[in-house]
């Protein structure tokens, strides 16, 4: 297993024990409450029962998460109350109180110590653990930070039908105990980040902030983009459009220095010189020094720009510009010359011949990188308008098609097994007709979400026309992608939108077929199109597989 | 990693898919990880009795994984239940519980289940004990 499934099951682990003692506390203190009620003779025909098996379900499970203290206790108390909970018929107050004494309501009372012990961590590394055949999906870890448990509950419950990893705690000074580094995104209570705003001061690097809250005045709203909030929504909070803002603020932050950098330069010293400054900024960096091999290494790393020396032994970079144009698929890479030359004419002679922008050494180091940063910044954004649905942000049909069409050929190649899927929504048009387009298109991007989260980051995900959507799976067997995209289905129809204060729910249909079984990548779509129309026909809201396909058929990985 | 063995696991049937009943959320969640990310199993989870009723038949487990304290139907009630399915009366069931005195464990044996899995147990290690009791059944148990 590659150390980076190992650190994601870890932290996932981590997540999911995070969770289990919000939970726990919780289930604690009620159980406090249920005991001291008890003591005093005062309980109705199922309380004992169901606090006996509040004590079961804490011994059976405190343990896996880490809790062992806490566990072993809980199982003690649970030996104690079982003989009441066994009774079949009335208790006496009498009988309760024998076991439910001042004692016994103070060991309930402590079980919440042991709580805040911290879990043993795992003793197991990555090298006792068996491979991982399913690579996970990235989910986003979301902390919900609100003062009314049953709202913070609420939008754990939304968010994760989004495909978010919510997980509820109640104060921002829990959340930078818990750390923000494995965090996408903060949910707080306008309230609470107002009065508790001021613990994030100590972390170096917080992520997105979310608040949802009563006050849309502008005094109140100022005051949290004073400190620092990213997005405000009202309460009571559409999850969708939640889950949307959230979506985008995540993905703003992952875009920001991330850039890919090529630098072309025969000078060796200056090209390791603007490398390191660049990538220490944080930018990817590839190093050309000599000009013939540029071609190669385009096609290889894929820049977002190209940053040229203009006079490069024999080599002008105006001609090399010229020649990279020579190729449609580099006509809309931006090339920026870096050039000590400062005459105007000069400059816009080589931008002529396929240049895009010029730097005029020297140039500072600071200046070297913001001059880049933002210009790596804006060739993605429009990169990004060319290839991507301005809607959803997944890939247009004509991109998805061809993204579809390279993972055919490398399946043919490698004899490796994939799986194309299409996708649609259910009576969509009625959505529209009923709603309005705001709410419809809504819907879509509440799709386009979940599909990001729901599946990897290597799946092809794209917008094939209205509502309908296009998938593809590489390094997937039939069974995995039927699992996944099934579950897919499950959390579209379990998420709420809403409209002028109703609540309606859209379902997804999906047929699915192997790529590689196919001709050409055309008739795979063509035929899992074929199979989402079986599933139309049978229903909806569901997984087909297309008939040509035995199902039977799996990856041995 | 099991390189030895390679040869001696490929002539047994391996175990692909898992059903695990289970009424905590918090277990389910748990249990996926450990089985689907770091086991490899391809896993259904459902949260009552009632619900593995009616994922049966689509899922074909190959080995079922059962809650014994749930509400409503328990785990032993369940695995009753799904006997009486013909596809699926021989299959074998693991009984998940906080209980494991000697004679109840005995108990739970008698009542169907091929082992008992004490709880709490170690996510990191559920993986390798179900394999354990997969290679420790009889060959016609394991089925495809």
Excluded at chain 1, 91 to 117: E, G, M, N, T, Y
Excluded at chain 1, 204 to 224: H, M, N, Q
Excluded at chain 2, 109 to 116: D, H, I, R, W
Aim: aromatic share 6%.
């Amino acid at each position: 297993m590659s150390e980076e499934n190992v650190s994601e099951i870890a932290r996932k682990l981590e997540v999911l024990k995070l969770r289990f003692k919000e939970k726990a506390a919780k289930d604690i203190s009620r159980l406090q409450q249920a005991a001291e009620q008890f003591r005093v003779g005062r309980f109705g025909p199922n309380d004992v029962v169901a606090a006996y098996h509040s004590l079961h379900r804490l011994a059976g499970s405190a343990g896996t998460f880490g809790y062992t203290v806490l566990g072993e206790e809980a199982r003690a108390l649970e030996v104690l109350l079982k003989p009441l909970a066994e009774i079949n018929g009335e208790l006496a107050p009498a009988q309760v109180q024998r076991v439910v004494d001042l004692a016994f309501v103070s060991r309930v009372a402590s079980l919440v110590d042991s709580l805040s012990l911290d879990p043993v961590a795992s003793q197991r590394t990555g090298a006792a653990l068996l491979p991982v055949t399913v690579e996970a999906a990235t989910d986003a870890v979301a902390l919900v930070v609100h003062s009314d448990p049953e709202q913070a509950q609420n939008l754990v419950q939304g968010l994760e039908l989004h495909g978010f990893f919510p997980v509820a705690v109640p104060s921002l000074k829990r959340a930078v105990e818990h750390g923000l580094a494995d965090v996408s995104v903060l949910v707080v209570k306008d309230a609470k980040m107002l009065s508790e705003g001021s613990v994030l001061e100590s972390v170096a690097d917080t992520p997105p902030i979310v608040c949802v809250g009563a006050g849309d005045s502008f005094d109140e709203r100022y005051a949290l983009a004073e400190c620092g909030v990213d997005g405000f929504l009202c309460e009571p909070v559409d999850v969708p459009l939640l889950a949307d803002t959230m979506e985008r603020l995540i993905t703003e932050r992952e875009e920001s220095g991330s850039g890919r950098v090529m630098i072309v330069d025969d000078d060796p010293e200056l090209l390791e010189h603007y490398g390191l400054v660049l990538e220490q900024g944080g930018l990817k960096v590839w190093r050309v020094n000599n000009p013939a091999d540029i071609l190669g290494a385009l096609s290889e790393f894929r820049p977002d720009i190209v940053l040229m020396d203009v006079q490069m032994g024999t080599f002008r970079g105006p001609d090399l510009a010229r020649l990279l144009r020579f190729e449609p698929e580099w006509l809309g890479l931006p090339i920026i010359y870096l050039s000590s030359e400062n005459d105007r004419e000069y400059q816009t002679d080589a931008l002529a011949k396929g240049g895009d922008d010029f730097l005029v050494k020297p140039v500072s180091d600071a200046f070297l990188l913001r001059a880049v940063s933002v210009r790596c910044y804006r060739a993605r954004q429009l990169d990004k308008l060319v290839s991507r649905d301005s809607l959803t942000g997944l890939l247009k049909h004509s991109v998805a098609r061809s993204e579809i069409n390279k993972e055919y050929v490398r399946c043919q190649r490698r004899g490796e097994q994939a799986v194309v899927a299409m996708l649609d929504l259910d009576h969509f048009k009625h959505v529209n007709d009923r709603y309005g387009h705001r709410t419809g298109d809504l819907v879509i991007k509440g799709l386009a979400n979940l599909l990001r989260h729901q599946l990897r980051k290597s799946d092809v995900i794209g917008r094939y026309g209205g509502e309908e959507f296009v998938v593809a799976l590489p390094n997937c067997s039939l069974i995995d992608a039927s699992r996944v995209l099934q579950s897919v289905c499950e959390h579209m129809a379990g998420i709420g939108f809403q409209s002028d204060g109703q609540e309606f729910h859209v379902t997804l249909s999906v047929g699915i077929v192997p790529l590689q079984n196919y001709l050409t990548s055309d008739d795979a779509i063509d035929a899992a199109d074929q199979a989402l129309y079986r599933r139309k026909q049978a229903g909806r809201n569901g997984v087909t597989v297309g008939e040509e396909a035995p199902i039977t058929e799996r990856t041995q990985v | 990693m099991r390189m030895a063995g390679v040869t001696e696991m490929e002539m047994e049937t391996r175990l692909e898919r898992i059903m695990l009943v289970e009424d905590e959320e918090d277990i389910r969640a748990v249990a996926e990880l450990a089985l689907e990310a770091v086991g490899g199993f391809t896993l259904t989870t459902c949260a009552s009795g009632q619900k593995a009723l009616e994922a049966l038949a689509d899922f074909k487990p190959q080995l079922i994984v059962l809650d014994v304290m749930m509400p409503g139907m328990d785990g032993p009630t369940t695995l009753k239940a799904i006997r009486e399915h013909p596809d699926f009366i021989d299959t074998p069931a693991i009984f998940m519980t906080a209980k494991v005195q000697p004679e109840e464990v005995n108990g739970y044996l008698s009542q169907g289940a091929v082992a008992v899995i004490p709880k709490p147990f170690d996510p990191m290690a559920l993986s390798d004990k179900i394999r354990d009791i997969w290679s420790n059944l009889e060959p016609e148990q394991r089925s495809e």
